[in-house]
């Protein structure tokens, strides 16, 4: 079993920031890889960065160069600085865990770009 809890959403004007976490606990040395999704009202779960343990990393064309993932192993978190945030960036975001057996995802946080 892995539990993930994510942090760090909120409203935010365009052009902002924010940082989400993601801890994870539990079974966490059988963790893969960790990912983060998101979901706007309307639309399809997408994924957003992803990251290996070994640390190679994948982004949605639409938040490179803008997101970046990175993960502290020693804490058990990933993290996802986003910045120049845009009002399409607007969505709940996940974390998921992928472990050999089945992947886990956390409960999800709201970001809102607005002004």
């Known amino acids: 079993q892995v539990q993930l809890v994510e942090s760090g959403g909120g409203l935010v004007q365009p052009g902002g920031s924010l940082r989400l976490s993601c801890a994870a606990s539990?079974?966490?040395?059988?963790?893969?890889?960790m990912g983060w999704y998101r979901q706007a009202p309307g639309k399809q779960r997408e994924l957003v960065a992803a990251?290996?343990?070994?640390?190679?990393?994948n982004y949605a064309d639409s938040v490179k160069g803008r997101f970046t993932i990175s993960r502290d192993n020693a804490k058990n978190t990933v993290y996802l600085q986003m910045n120049s945030l845009k009002p399409e960036d607007t969505a709940v975001y996940y974390c998921?865990?992928?472990?050999?057996?089945?992947?886990?995802w956390g409960q999800g946080t709201q970001v809102t770009v607005s002004s």
């Open positions: 990251i290996t343990t070994g640390g190679s990393t």
């Open positions: 539990g079974s966490v040395k059988s963790i893969n890889g």
């Open positions: 998921k865990a992928l472990l050999p057996w089945r992947e886990y």
